[in-house]
């Protein structure tokens, strides 16, 4: 072949529409003959990068045209994409096929986990796969920089590091050293490795045979020496060209050279270091691996349409100097440092700044023909925007995909690997039952009335575990929740054969993944049918499906079933799902990579802030940096370099628009060293008239009128006429409360799976007590078996079972004692939650007796069993805490069925600590009065005015129920909410 006189390579700058100025100067160089054009051949460094030169040449040419032959150089499938040209089926020597990536991640999980049991490490199947997925990345890193593995043998620091990186180098090499055997087995080879063997073997091929056509290599960026081969031997075609993106060839000697790579130092032997976070640095280090000077780079010279001006990519260009070279912003002329048509606009939150962008891009709609694009890392705020244009009827997609783990098919498949996983806890089997493709059709809504009858049925603490435990909870029930059990266990019988077999599997233990994964994907079909693989998510989950079941009898052996929700959510993760063609032809949302040689009229750089834009560099768990380093792979800082490169091309828009949130969902937020220097060079950088008000006002309801302390006035006819001792409280304290309980009929709902309450534990003993005085006639020897039988219920919480017992067991003890050491007194057991009722003050006042027992002296004792503190004295004073006094009225007025006399004892038995013992008797009483105490032969009495004033007020008069009318004696807030308690309380009236 003949050589040219010197490589012809070009560069587009950052202020130029690099996929129009590409088409415009082919087209100018080989257009004049079509059929030159169609047999050319133009190597991209992506598949979005591909459509987007194709679509600038159909804007170039004003009609029909014979496109060049567009090949994606970053396709995986890069032998496929541009087919004979690259792996002839005539080939003597053909180049063995890659390893599919799943097959190799099941394959390294599996050697990770065999290595890590061996070092006496094991760690579960779920997370093998994650560090497989880490073990691969780093491969292909070591492949793709030429580094050969063998060489982690020769590295003389190894036994400098860390134990932790000893341990993970160590166990790197190992298995480094497995999987060629496996590789040779399977008769493939990585996918990188067969990338490079096919880009070799092309420029060899075009070396000894140009092809007939012209070959351009464009917007290619990516550093590896493969690449930078290929391109050097595209540069060297008789018809070849590269055009490389946004290359700094006005950028200082000095600083050019600043950036590195250096050469070690003669003396020492060290390499100073580079500064890869710079956006030229990938430029520069390929063009040194290509053997090219900057110097024989020319600029494209066409345009491409959507030109911003030479003069910003100045301003960029110093504004992303090295640090060492930043001094030189105070003394650049005002033309260096100018903006221009460069907005910014800072949010107080993510919401508004999402807000702001959609107001943007739907302004830009407004005029003809303008095209507007949102560029962010950020994918939450990307989904947040799409979501706010939906509001225009705006459809608009994020180009960069989302994760099939946080779409509906994958949602469905974690919730039913957890729910399993679980045997079925409530809070699990709800998310999955209530999924939105479960049942999907006409069926749904009688689902969903099944399902919301379970949840109900459901509330409280915990059931025993697996469907069995769920079927012996719907049989059991008092008379407030028999009807709405008796609803989902009607229900219930339909959807428990659809969880049945993955519960069996599940149940069986440690088994293969294959296994679990068939059952997976049949209970899937069970519950959701075709739903399950419809639309575009659906395609991917069955593709998902179909590669990791052919593999999974190569990765670990055996796996829990606990850890199969955990590995699958990390598999779905890495598989993006993209929206099919059809958006608005106007908008675009594009993550970094996808943005890489697009434009458009307005570019939106959204999520600038630290963290985001740029991201912070992913962490190798395989080898050190200082190893990393040795080899010559890339630093974890390189990814900066490539965010600040994506960043000044996006810049070269003609109108660019930046924004950030001063905060996260979490804490304030550092905005991003691009925009620091972007602000401290510019001085000041132009926010965007009217954006954030209009993001404000969007959404602003105007004035704000704090409603009023709510007082409703039900007439009398609707006021209740029955009450009970426990409510009297609620009543005097909080009317509002009282009247949402009893008038509006609103009863608070218990939480699914709630940890065990006060209120619960104080059942779980009374139902102890109770059942432990009549059929166990209060002996001492039987009250530990009976509490004794209720810790290990199935159905009680494991914490209860944990924490609590012991105090239990030290408190039933006394309780035998106290009640032993009363017998012998004269006292007895007379009844034990013994209900009874009186008329008085024009109602019925009502209430259950822990325990009334019969005194030596004839008198009636009441005693209340409390799990915590009892009421405080003040309390009783001030007219509260009346239950006693209460339940004491009703027993001398013969409210209680066969109970007689006069009370003469009130007391709280209590289970809590005092005294370094758990267990004491409480009394809000005393003969005399003494200790600010009620005397006891008053406390009836007493008990009486206050519950015939409470009833006089609000249960046949016509008192408004207050909200919060005595606060420090209303400590509950299930209805602080109906109340709209936050907009009144504490506020002047």
């Known amino acids: 072949m003949a050589d040219r006189a010197r490589p012809a390579l070009f560069t587009i700058p950052a202020h130029r529409a690099f996929a129009d100025a590409l088409a415009a100067g082919l087209i100018r160089r080989f257009g004049k003959d079509r059929m030159a054009l169609a047999r050319g051949l133009v190597l991209l460094p992506s598949n979005r990068a591909q459509r987007s030169v194709r679509d600038a040449f159909v804007r170039a040419s004003g009609g029909a045209l014979l496109l060049p032959r567009l090949v994606a150089i970053g396709d995986p499938e890069l032998d496929e994409a541009a087919g004979a040209a690259l792996d002839p089926v005539d080939d003597a020597e053909p180049i063995p096929p890659a390893v599919a990536p799943i097959e190799r991640r099941m394959i390294l999980a599996r050697l990770v986990e065999e290595e890590r049991a061996k070092a006496g490490q094991p760690i579960d199947a779920a997370e093998a796969v994650r560090l497989a997925g880490e073990l691969a990345r780093t491969l292909d890193q070591l492949l793709v920089e030429d580094v050969a593995p063998t060489r982690l043998r020769d590295l003389a620091m190894a036994e400098e590091l860390s134990s932790h990186w000893q341990r993970s180098l160590d166990l790197f090499r190992i298995v480094l050293d497995r999987w060629p055997e496996e590789l040779h087995r399977l008769g493939r080879i990585d996918l990188a490795e067969r990338r490079t063997r096919l880009m070799a073997r092309l420029a060899t091929r075009w070396r000894a045979a140009p092809p007939a056509g012209f070959v351009c290599a464009a917007g290619v960026t990516t550093a590896s020496p493969s690449i930078a081969r290929l391109l050097r031997c595209v540069a060297e075609l008789p018809q070849g060209l590269v055009v490389l993106p946004g290359l700094g060839i006005d950028m200082p000697e000095a600083e050019w050279q600043a950036l590195g790579p250096h050469e070690p130092d003669p003396v020492t032997g060290r390499r100073a270091r580079s500064i890869e976070t710079h956006p030229q640095f990938q430029l520069k280090l390929l063009l040194d691996r290509m053997g090219i000077n900057r110097g024989e780079v020319e600029t494209w010279r066409e345009g491409g349409g959507h030109d911003a001006g030479a003069i910003r990519g100045r301003a960029v260009a110093n504004a992303l100097a090295p640090a060492d070279f930043t001094g030189k912003w105070t003394g650049l002329a005002g033309a260096d440092r100018r903006l221009t048509d460069v907005t910014a606009v800072e949010l107080v939150t993510p919401a508004e700044e999402a807000q702001a962008i959609a107001l943007a891009l739907r302004q830009a709609l407004e005029e003809p023909g303008k095209t507007a694009a949102l560029v962010t890392p950020d994918r939450a705020l990307a989904r947040r925007v799409a979501a706010h244009c939906a509001r225009w009827n705006i459809a608009i997609d994020d180009s960069a995909g989302r994760p099939l783990s946080i779409l509906p098919p994958g949602t469905l498949l974690i919730a039913l690997a957890e729910a399993a996983a679980q045997h079925f806890a409530p809070v699990a089997l709800l998310a999955l039952l209530k999924h939105p493709l479960v049942r999907f059709g006409p069926d749904r809504i009688g689902w969903l009335d099944g399902a919301r009858a379970l949840d109900l049925a459901l509330r409280g603490p915990r059931p025993a575990p697996g469907l069995d435990g769920i079927d012996a909870h719907l049989a059991e029930g008092d008379e407030r929740t028999r009807v709405v059990r008796a609803r989902a266990r009607e229900w219930w019988r339909d959807a428990r054969p659809l969880l049945e077999p993955i519960g069996a599997v599940f149940d069986d233990g440690v088994q293969s993944l294959g296994a679990l994964l068939a059952a997976l994907r049949e209970a899937s079909i069970a519950l959701c049918g075709d739903a399950l693989w419809a639309g575009p998510a659906g395609r991917a989950l069955a593709e998902w499906f179909a590669e990791l079941e052919a593999r999974a009898a190569l990765g670990p052996p055996a796996i829990a079933p606990e850890s199969l929700a955990p590995l699958v959510r990390t598999l779905l993760d890495e598989t993006a799902v993209r929206p099919p063609q059809g958006g608005h032809p106007r908008l675009a949302i594009y993550g970094l990579i996808e943005a890489r040689l697009q434009t458009a009229d307005l570019m939106v750089l959204g999520g600038l802030n630290e963290g985001i834009w740029p991201g912070q560099p992913a962490p ?21 370099g490539l965010a600040a490169h994506d960043l000044a091309e996006a810049l070269g828009a003609p109108q660019v628009l930046l924004t950030r949130a001063r905060r996260d969902a979490r804490s304030p937020a550092i905005p991003s060293r691009f925009w620091l220097r972007l602000e401290a060079m510019a001085g000041e950088l132009v926010r965007a008239p009217g954006l954030e008000v209009w993001a404000r006002a969007l959404d602003d309801p105007g004035e704000h009128a704090p409603e009023a302390r709510p007082e409703p006035v039900p007439p009398p006819a609707l006021r209740p006429t029955m009450i009970s001792v426990t409510e009297v409280d609620r009543l005097k304290a909080d009317p509002y409360a009282f009247y949402a309980r009893r008038v509006l009929r609103l009863m608070p709902l218990d939480a699914v799976d709630a940890d065990p309450s006060a209120a619960w534990r104080g059942t779980a003993v009374h139902r102890i007590l109770e059942i432990w005085t009549r059929e166990d006639d209060c002996r001492v020897d039987a009250l530990r078996p009976r509490a004794l039988t209720m810790m290990h219920d199935a159905r009680t919480h494991p914490m209860l079972r944990a924490l609590w017992w012991p105090r239990l067991d030290e ?84 409210g209680f069925a066969d109970i007689v006399g006069t009370a003469e004892a009130f007391e709280y038995w209590s289970i809590s600590k005092r005294g370094g013992q758990f267990g004491y008797i409480a009394t809000p009483v005393d003969p005399a009065g003494k200790r600010d105490r009620i005397p006891t032969a008053d406390f009836t009495s007493i008990a009486a005015h206050h519950f015939t004033e409470a009833a006089r007020d609000w249960l046949t008069g016509t008192r408004g129920f207050t909200a919060k009318l005595v606060p420090e004696y209303a400590p509950y807030a299930e209805y602080d909410q109906l109340m709209r308690r936050d907009e009144w309380y504490g506020r002047e009236r």
Do not use: H
């Open 620 to 640: 190798d768990p395989w080898l050190a940096p200082r190893i990393r380093a040795e080899l010559g792979l890339p630093g974890l800082d390189r990814r900066v």
């Open 811 to 894: 408190a039933i003890g006394w309780i035998g004692q106290a009640m032993a050491a009363q017998a012998d007194e004269g006292r007895r057991v007379l009844a034990a939650e013994l209900r009874g009722k009186i008329d008085l003050a024009g109602v019925t006042l009502n209430g259950t007796a822990d325990r009334i027992d019969r005194l030596g002296s004839g008198g009636i004792g009441i005693v209340d069993y409390k799990t915590g503190k009892p009421p405080s004295a003040a309390a009783v004073r001030a007219g509260f805490s009346m239950q006693l006094g209460l339940l004491g009225l009703i027993a001398e007025r013969g």
